[in-house]
């Protein structure tokens, strides 16, 4: 693993995969819910304020909804990818299945935290918003999001791996 390049940009440790978690779900929750909300409410500073107070609310939703689609991500990777496919390809893939898990979740519970109360009318709208947010979703994560996360990676892993090698 080691000599495989990539293994610079991935976490190696529980603590790096929360501090990944943390630089993609900041990114995310902060670029994600405006957006979609200004195409639901209209581009306005009182919009943009709303969504900012609801982050507080959303923020923690997508962290657990990171944790709870992990597993099932993984697995509808492996079941895409093959043994021998390049790391783009498989990130690319993981991204993909995990944004459309994430997204189907978000998609009715965002709606919720957004309205400010428990209703049927995020599922009725579901199918109307669900492509949409996808979307979004999608291009934040693989333009945005995981390639400054990862870059965060390299950089951390350049400078703790070459405090090993002074001190060896």
Request: one cysteine or more; glycine letters at 8%; hydrophobic letters at 50%.
């Amino acid at each position: 693993m080691e000599n495989n390049p990539f293994y610079m940009r991935l976490p190696r440790n529980g603590k790096e995969f929360v501090l990944f978690m943390v630089v993609i779900s900041v990114i995310s929750v902060n670029i994600i819910a405006p957006v979609i909300t200004f195409y639901e409410a209209g581009i306005s500073w009182e919009v943009y304020t709303g969504v900012l107070r609801k982050l507080v609310l959303i923020w923690p939703c997508v962290v657990a909804t990171v944790l709870i689609t992990y597993r099932p991500a993984g697995f509808l990777t492996s079941r895409i990818t093959q043994q021998g496919d390049g790391f783009r390809s498989c990130i690319t893939i993981n991204i993909l299945c995990t944004v459309f898990l994430m997204s189907i979740i978000l998609t009715i519970v965002g709606a919720m935290i957004g309205n400010g109360c428990i209703s049927s009318e995020p599922f009725e709208m579901f199918f109307y918003r669900w492509p949409r947010n996808f979307g979004i979703s999608l291009g934040v994560e693989l333009l945005i999001a995981q390639p400054i996360a990862r870059e965060v990676l390299h950089r951390l892993h350049l400078r703790t791996d070459s405090g090993k090698t002074q001190a060896a």
